[in-house]
């Protein structure tokens, strides 16, 4: 992630593409010390947002499910709820549902709390998918367009 656009680059067989975003600055990170140096990588919090957020960049909402099963136990209920005000409302919706589904609600109820008092309207789960005659989920203020399953 940067801030602004950049072309994607290859090392060998590996190519690196990049995403910009909006207030990358604001992100909070943690610093990782590596053979040649010290790294910024996003907090297991920013990345949790950051995941349902690029979803179809990382190949899909199980995708996401599954990584979260495993970042899961990272992801602290206040700063969830704190981080929420920085990431568009629809992220904190799909985030919180995600964690239902992987039998980590606890962890969501601050958020829970965050999305009730300010989403207007339910958003599609699946942005990229129809949302007509789908259920909702009245906890996320979510149409419910899409089966997720992580793998285990």
Not at 68 to 86: I, R
């Amino acid at each position: 992630m940067l801030g602004k656009p950049r072309r994607p680059i290859e090392c060998g067989k590996v190519r690196v593409v990049f995403h910009a975003r909006k207030g990358i600055a604001n992100v909070p990170v943690q610093r990782i010390n590596t053979p040649r140096g010290t790294v910024a990588v996003s907090t297991p919090v920013a990345t949790a947002f950051d995941l349902v957020g690029y979803e179809a960049q990382i190949g899909g909402l199980d995708a996401v499910a599954t990584i979260l099963v495993e970042l899961a136990e990272k992801l602290e209920p206040e700063k969830l709820a704190a981080l929420a005000p920085t990431v568009p409302l629809p992220w904190a919706q799909r985030l919180g549902y995600l964690l239902g589904r992987i039998d980590e609600a606890p962890r969501a109820e601050a958020l829970k709390e965050y999305v009730r008092a300010r989403a207007p309207d339910a958003v599609a789960l699946l942005p990229s998918a129809r949302a007509d005659d789908y259920p909702r989920d009245r906890d996320w203020k979510l149409i419910v367009n899409a089966e997720v399953e992580a793998e285990t």
